[in-house]
């Protein structure tokens, strides 16, 4: 399938071919008819990528303090291939469009095939030929709907929100700053709310438009002689019962010039992007005036429990979600409430999208709504996309199911371009990263289905997805008797683990994850210092928050901070002291979202050896991330963020210090390709995966049970 894409770095934009969406739990396939071109999002998103590389760093100096942060911490190579990830990527475009629906995933009861729908969200509802789209964020259209209207779904959700925050009653005053497309929007639902509708916009032209469609009962320009006293008779002088900001601006103009024209005690919605930093005196402060943001289609926006798994927000306590928004909006349309036909100024046929964005940055022409219309007559397909022509097979065939931040920054530039290793496929969620990644590293293909990387020319394969869906694709790649490399960890239910272990006694081929902090070259040092003794173990982790609604700390998705990290950690352990964790306890600092994310385990291993493991969420990012220390038998060491070991005995401190940190990513990637070389030579042995892997379980269950040891 065709799909609209284009490079941060280049701004090269181009319609290319793309494997078919994967359809998952709860999402429908949709075939779009239109899309909307959101002149104010994406355009500033295609002007920015066509800065040189000094614009866009000054438009971005938050990113770029990142960058320098990166470079600090992980040195140039690591920051190198993050920033390049970022910008040679093929970027999805669009976020509003409207189609047929033609699969359903699991779960989905609301929509059949056939059915017409619009759908919202950057990622999902993108310039493309299909999408695949979550349930939440996709409405049904009743059958004879028009489809080029009905791809405003996103647009209209967003006015709709600015509007219910400002919170009218019938025959109140609102004054919209901003007659773009989003104040066009809003100031027709207003006006079908029976709310009296002053319209103001620094464009003669934006004014125009709204008065000759009847879209405002009032139009000024900014300019306009004696505008606020024009405002102040229009609402009897009283002022406006609120003031809607819809432009897009740096200027402190509308914020301030709403505080000028509302009524004491009235409201500011801010639905643009503007800055609010108001002056305090003589009106807002005077006044009392209340300001109110909106936030993009309403509640349930960026909640992954609402968006990613459809779980929807009782209508009794939440009476309008971002979908029931859609929902109202197109019924507006649909009972001809509103008529936003006027706001399409142009329409492009969907090859000739380039020339739509050439407009929208050039301005060339005034516009206000641009669709772009699909050709329903091409053939779409789900066959694997060559990327690589004559790309030849090794001893070694590797596939990728997964390519997100860490496989392109530390695995997959990580494998030797060796005769003895061939690269077949590459699967992500998106077709555009399948594709990138298939390109830039020359596998032969970017896949559309789990198929076409379970097949027989692929016998090694990697999985780097989000942590829900390790386990079910390890017992997948065993089942079709392929070797493993999962990235932590290993999978997030016990069923699993049992699953893997008797799948991968009867496969016969090996299962490797991610731990490469005990392949890290300081790590080789540290190992062959202590020898065999018995030894005590403190490893502290200055890990940092993150947010609660990350997928990361979602249990079903991301199974928490302990098994989706600590992991590393009790691993590390494991290798250090060269036996297997026996008993476990833990506590973790309470916290109201019950996070579990701060924490101390003690851990008793085979041999005698203890260690302890401090992973803390609740400290500085002044402090450096991780620090160990070891004791045995009359040695010290002390191990700094992977950049610094100490080693103290008889005799002077031995010290080894690196000019980058190194966490042994590449040596774990070859470790475990030479070991499948060999044939038979295992990178970690399979039992120490096992064990790390309960015990991960058995923190879990330690902290529920207030910090009990527990066998594992």
Known sequence: MQQLTQKLGSGDMVIQEVPYPQLGKGMVIVKNHYSIISAGTEGSTVVAARKSLIG???????????????????????????????????????????????????GVTEFEVG??????????????????????????????SNLKDAAYNTLGAISMQGVRQADLRLGESCVVIGLGLLGQLAALILKASGVNVIGVDVSDAAVKQAIDNQVVDL???????????????????????????????????PINFAGSIARKKGKVVVLGAVPTGFDRDPHWYRKELELKMACSYGPGRYDLNYEEKGIDYPLPYVRWTEKRNMEAFQHLIASNKIDIGYLTTHEFDFENAKDAFDLVVSKSEPFTGIALKYNLNNSITKEKIVTAEGSKLGKINISFIGAGSYAQGNLLPNIPETSNIGRVGVLTNTGTTSKRVAEKFKFQFCATQEEDVLNDNTNTLFVATRHDSHGPYVLKGLENNKHVFVEKPLCLKEEE???????????????MVGFNRRFSPLTTK?????????????YRINAGAIPKDNWIQDMEIGGGRVLGEVCHFIDYLTYLNGSLPTKISASALPDANQLNDTLNILIQFENGSSGVIGYYANGSKALTKEYVEVFSAGMSATLHDFKMLKIFGKGKPKKHKLLNQNKGQKEMVNAFLDGLLKEGQLAIP?????????ASFKVLESIKSGGAQIDI
């Not at 540290?526 to 403190?538: E, R, S, V, Y």
């Open 115 to 144: 059915d017409k729908v619009a759908c919202a969200g950057a990622g999902y509802a993108n310039h493309a030929e299909i999408v695949a789209v979550p349930i939440n964020l996709c409405v049904k259209l009743n059958a004879d």
């Open 686 to 694: 399979f039992e120490d995966i096992v064990a790390v892997t309960k």
């Open 526 to 538: 540290l190992k062959k210092a202590l020898g065999n003794n018995p030894m005590t173990m403190i």
């Open 56 to 106: 866009k760093a000054k438009e971005r100096p938050q990113q770029v303090k990142q960058v320098i942060d990166t470079l600090k911490k992980q040195g140039p190579v690591q920051t190198y291939r993050a920033v390049m990830k970022k910008l040679d990527a093929y970027s999805p475009l669009g976020y509003s469009c409207a189609g047929e629906v033609i699969e359903v995933g699991e």
């Open 497 to 511: 683990l049992d699953a893997i272990i008797n799948a991968r006694s009867a496969a016969n081929t090996q299962v």
């Open 219 to 253: 139009g000024l320009t900014r300019s306009a002689a004696g505008i606020d006293e024009q405002i102040l008779n229009a609402t009897g002088g009283h002022g406006a019962d609120a003031v809607i900001i819809a432009a897009a601006t740096s200027s402190l103009d």
